[in-house]
């Protein structure tokens, strides 16, 4: 699967009509991400991060430009891209393994692949014995690595995060950042995270692409951080950091 899971994000504009009048989200976007690279977007609110998101997963089509996967262009949703968003949202009247199965519904495999497949992405995030737990009965980080497994049950080339630990305690969202690390070497998948968490950002992504509210509202700068910090003992951790939030327009760099 390693060639799998490459985005082409091409000039991509996305307006919302409000009040009759076109309100400018995303403007002139490009981003390439290879297969099993895992990049994180920070940026302020509302500068369109759940927008990009949204028209990766295809649940909305409407848009300028071009967003290619392994060189198809997005036109709806489909099993080979992966969704977390920040609350789980699984469906509380299904068991755990209802819901992970419920993402395999059009997958074309039999009941019994359909099960196995389930069953072995219940065991990737750890969540053995909980198979016919409703979702009141896990503790949010226990329903987050739910979503993940559903998220990954279809065997994606690429799955998105959408702020998937910004509703976590700091112990629970420690634990499960190492989790994100862990399945996205097991799984080669490629992974785009959103966070607000610019530590977070660093600590686990190869790049970390800094979106910007100005004008046009566009992706304004890539930090190339390779190999990751947490490789070599965090040494320019708070020299890369400096530089989001510089970019972020959070933090004034002194001039030398
Ligand atoms: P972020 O995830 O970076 O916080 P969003 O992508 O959710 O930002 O939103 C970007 C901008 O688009 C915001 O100003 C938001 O109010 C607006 N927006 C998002 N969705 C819609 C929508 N369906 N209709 C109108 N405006 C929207
Ligand atoms: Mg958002």
Known sequence: MTNRGTLDIRNVSKGYSVDGRRLDVLSNVNLHV???????????????????????????TDYG????????????????????????????????EKNIALALENSGLSAREKRETVAAHIRLVGLEGF??????????????????????VG????????????????LTRLR??????????????????????????????DRVIVMNS???????????????PRDRAGADFAGIKRRVLALMGEYEIEVA
């Open 34 to 60: 290879a297969p099993g690279e895992f990049i994180s977007i920070v940026g302020p609110s509302g500068c369109g991060k759940s927008t990009l998101l949204r028209l990766i997963i295809g649940l909305d």
């Open 176 to 205: 499960l950042q190492e989790e994100i690390v862990r399945i996205w070497r097991a799984e080669g998948v490629t992974m785009i995270l959103v966070t607000h968490d610019v530590d977070e950002a660093i600590y686990l992504s």
């Open 155 to 170: 065997r994606p080339g690429i799955l998105l995060l959408d702020e998937p630990l910004g509703a976590l305690d700091a």
């Open 131 to 152: 198979e016919t737990a409703y979702p009141h009965q896990l503790s949010g980080g226990m329903a987050q690595r739910g979503a993940i497994a559903r998220g990954l």
């Open 214 to 228: 100005g004008p046009g509202r566009i992706v304004e700068e890539i930090t190339v951080n390779q190999p990751r």
């Open 65 to 96: 430009g071009d967003i290619l996967l392994d060189g198809a262009r997005i036109t709806g949703t489909s099993l080979d891209r992966g969704i977390v968003f920040q609350d789980h949202r699984l469906l509380p009247w299904l068991t755990l």
